[in-house]
């Protein structure tokens, strides 16, 4: 059994994957980007993943390499797969995550159900779309974008002009994407793993609340899941049927090797929309760690590993996981953890170990119970006495 697992990257994601690798028996290395990162428990260095000779000595001292986030560039990726490190997931997978364009693509090249869409270059396309689309429409760079930054509501042909500038200055033809204003009923998560030899494990569809684009608050499984939907070949089927099948297609469509995420839009009138996926563990999966049998981060190193995956069952009726965001500069979610604690001994209360910032991810809260009524309650009381 590949005993060392490589992680780029060292955030709370890179974090998370610790506690499982301790019960596996399998060490972590993380290359972080700078010192003193959430994950710097098991960093074994510090370095520039753009940098080719940084991130293939680091993976000298590994049997496998795997990612905190979607950033090590292509070019970086390739050369580790041809100097034989097996990277999961590789390039060809991880690029449909790097890119929201070719995700496009992609996604509507296995028939996959895609918000309408098209790529565009200057103000005047943006202006024939929103013709189209009744004045109003998403407009998102392809590349760089994460918690909405880089996805903006416009209703008027000029409104992405700073960013046309920014691709006409970069000389590389790149284009945004435009995408119809998706009139959703709720937003949704679907995430499975998916080892190097095939076998598949899906979570069930959990809901997630985004607050000024940031992910809040995420209720697993999602409630009503098993409403009527359309299938993808047009066949009465559920909502929680419907986003199975369309991340285990995307998984197998391009190979994904890991945890794979697919955000979706419910609309509606029944229809499950893809609106972008992850390749790695994901915020929409936190809850797992108490709330299933496998946590997402152990399920990503067994993948990864391709070791057997595990039960994704989960083991209470309901979890609710709501993210801890950092308030005013120098509150640690350390200070307040004991009174939390004292206050809500059901809830588990999770530290990135991270500086507070306002805005940023500094940890999470969940609860699991019987009735959602209760169990969001009691999460949203527990994550509201940190950030008061
Ligand atoms: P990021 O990569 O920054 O997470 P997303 O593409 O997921 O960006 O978009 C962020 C949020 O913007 C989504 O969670 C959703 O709330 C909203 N959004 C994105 N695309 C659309 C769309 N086509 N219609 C309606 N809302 C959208």
């Known amino acids: 059994m590949k005993s060392t697992v490589g992680v780029i990257g060292g955030g709370q994601l890179a974090r998370m994957m610790i506690p499982p690798a301790v019960s596996l028996g399998v060490i972590i290395k993380v290359l972080e980007e700078a010192p003193g990162m959430s994950a710097e428990l098991a960093a074994t260095g510090v370095g520039d993943y753009h940098d080719l000779d940084t991130v293939l000595s680091f993976a000298k001292t590994v049997d496998v390499i795997t990612f905190d986030h979607e950033h090590v560039p292509q070019h970086v990726l390739h050369a580790l797969v041809e100097a034989g490190v097996p990277v999961h997931p590789g390039p060809d997978a991880l690029l449909y995550a790097q890119d929201k364009l070719l995700m496009r693509h992609k996604i509507t090249e296995l028939g996959l159900p895609s918000p309408d869409w098209a790529a565009i270059s200057n103000a005047d396309e943006l202006g024939a779309f929103l013709d189209a689309h009744g004045g109003r429409a998403v407009v998102k760079t392809a590349r760089g974008g994460y918690d909405g930054k880089g996805v903006r509501v416009v209703d008027d042909k000029n409104a992405a002009d700073d ?17 119809e204003l998706v ?56 909502v929680a049927e419907v986003a199975r099948d369309i991340a285990v297609r995307v998984a197998e469509g391009v190979g994904v090797t890991g945890m794979l995420a697919v955000e979706l839009f419910e609309t509606r009138d029944g229809r499950v929309l893809v609106n972008e996926l992850a ?39 309901w979890s609710v996981m709501i993210n801890v965001l950092g308030g005013p500069v120098g509150q640690f979610m350390q200070d307040r953890y004991p009174a939390v604690a004292g206050e809500f001994p059901a809830a ?17 809260v969940t609860v699991s119970g019987a009735r959602l009524d209760d169990v969001l309650a009691d999460a949203r009381a527990a994550a509201a006495f940190f950030e008061d």
């Open 348 to 364: 588990k209360l999770h530290s990135y170990a991270k500086e507070s910032r306002p805005g940023r991810k500094v940890g999470h």
């Open 183 to 238: 009139d959703f009923v709720r937003e949704l998560a679907q995430q499975v793993a998916r080892r190097p030899s095939g076998e598949i494990a899906a979570y069930p569809v959990v809901e997630t609340v985004q607050k000024g684009g940031v992910c809040a608050e995420v209720i697993a499984p999602a409630p009503t899941a098993t409403d009527a939907a359309t299938g993808l070949d047009g066949s009465a089927s559920t």
């Open 163 to 179: 960013w046309f500038t920014v691709l006409a200055e970069d000389g590389r033809g790149g284009s945004l994407i435009v995408e």
């Open 279 to 317: 390749m790695r563990p994901h915020n929409s999966g936190h809850w797992s760690i108490d709330g299933a049998v496998t946590s997402q981060f152990e399920q990503h190193l067994r993948a990864v590993l391709d070791l057997p995956l595990g039960s994704t069952r989960p083991r209470d009726a």
